[in-house]
């Protein structure tokens, strides 16, 4: 039995903030026969129009569906996305182990030693 999958959709985006208004639209339409998933898709980002076409094989797909999520908050990847600048991605800081130090004690030389 082969699948068929049929996805056509859009969304809308508008977006004020004080006197700035922004508008981003994607429309799609995309086919999935079993083996591969052909996507095309109509990007309207603020009068800006682009049209893409994707097709996409199994692992493709795959490793898209497997991606991990962000762990932030969908509000706030609004305000960042829209209308801040792109947030900044964290790097992890890797503690390293120290060896430690040993201080060199110099010799103590006494008199009696020197004559």
């Known amino acids: 039995m082969s699948s068929y999958i049929t996805n056509v959709g859009i969304t809308k985006s508008f977006i004020q903030d004080n006197n700035k208004k922004s508008l981003k639209e994607i429309e799609w339409m995309g086919e999935y026969d079993g083996k591969e998933a052909n996507i095309h898709l109509h990007i309207n980002d603020n009068g800006k129009k682009e049209d893409r076409n994707l097709t996409l094989d199994k692992d493709d797909l795959k490793n898209l569906l497997n991606m991990k ?47």
């Open 69 to 115: 999520s962000v762990n932030i908050p969908l509000e706030e990847r609004l305000i960042h996305d829209f209308l801040e600048k792109p947030y900044p991605i964290k790097k992890k800081k890797k503690k390293t182990k120290r060896r430690p130090r040993f201080s060199k004690k110099k010799k103590s030389v006494s008199r009696k030693n020197k004559l």
